[in-house]
């Protein structure tokens, strides 16, 4: 059964057409929302959005790199002259390779901050001017690594810290809008392109998941139900924090992967 209700609002999803990004997409198809999906794939925008209008409303799909902040703004424009004042921003395109720091060049330390960092900073500027003002809801997609230090992961770590700091200047500057933004760290998440990355073999799946103390791996509805529950009315008086949402893992120490 669906506990939220979000018919009539319209919900932004940047990087919203794969892993734990389309899972939300679709959480909040699945609660009656307007959606748009934004990502570089024009292909995987397309699919996306096929799956969105799956659920019966209307679903929009746009595609542009978030490096770059024209086009991104392009797209929100776009989106905000199709469906109105944006009531829901997710913000979660993120890139990632593992690499020791003296095995990888500038470029590909630059890449990552510039896909997850700039990026986000990119999609949260461009699109104020189309949020519901007061009244909007801000979700970065952080990770696991803003937290933790993770060997290989030199550039992911830089990255999403910035991202949850991002969060919480942003949260003191547009208040007073009436815009709130939160960043949500999903732990170990099953069937995701990072986690196989992170955990390419069973043992090591099954070390994560034994480290988790709720001894499971996260689903993506689990990530979906907390970006909905901070969208909703009931988070009205939650902005600036970064909460994550992993069966205790970050507590462990991030147990089988550090």
């Known amino acids: 059964m669906q506990p939220f209700d979000f018919k009539g609002r319209t919900v932004f999803v940047a990087g919203g057409t794969s892993g734990i990004n389309l899972g939300i997409a679709e959480a909040f198809a699945e609660a009656g929302a307007t959606l748009a999906v934004l990502s570089r794939s024009q ?19 746009y595609a542009a790199d978030v490096r770059n902040a024209e086009a991104t703004t392009a797209a929100l424009k776009a989106a905000h002259e199709a469906l109105g004042d944006i009531d829901v921003l997710v913000s979660g395109a993120a890139g990632n390779f593992p690499a020791p720091a ?19 900073f990119n999609v949260l500027r461009g699109a104020h001017a189309f949020l519901r003002k007061p009244g909007a809801t801000i979700v970065n997609i952080s990770a696991p690594q803003a937290l933790h230090p993770f060997p290989m992961q030199v550039h992911v770590c830089a990255a999403k810290a910035g991202v949850d700091m991002l969060t919480r200047v ?10 709130r933004i939160n960043s949500v760290i999903p ?22 998941a034994k480290g988790v103390p709720l001894r ?17 009315p009931w988070a009205d008086y939650i902005t600036g924090a970064v909460i994550p949402v992993d069966g205790g893992w970050s507590t462990n120490g991030a147990a089988g992967l550090t």
Request: no cysteine.
């Open 43 to 61: 292909d995987k925008v397309d699919a996306a959005t096929r799956r969105l209008q799956s659920f019966g409303g209307k679903a929009l799909g």
């Open 102 to 120: 003296l095995g990888m060049s500038a470029n590909g330390f630059k890449s990552v901050i510039d896909i997850d960092l700039l990026g986000s």
């Open 170 to 179: 942003l949260a003191i500057e547009w208040g007073g809008d009436g815009i």
């Open 187 to 208: 732990g170990p998440t099953e069937g995701t392109e990072g986690m196989a990355r992170l955990a390419p073999t069973p043992e090591r799946m099954q070390a994560v």
């Open 216 to 232: 499971r791996l996260g689903k993506k509805q689990d990530v979906a139900n907390l970006a909905m529950f901070l969208a909703s």
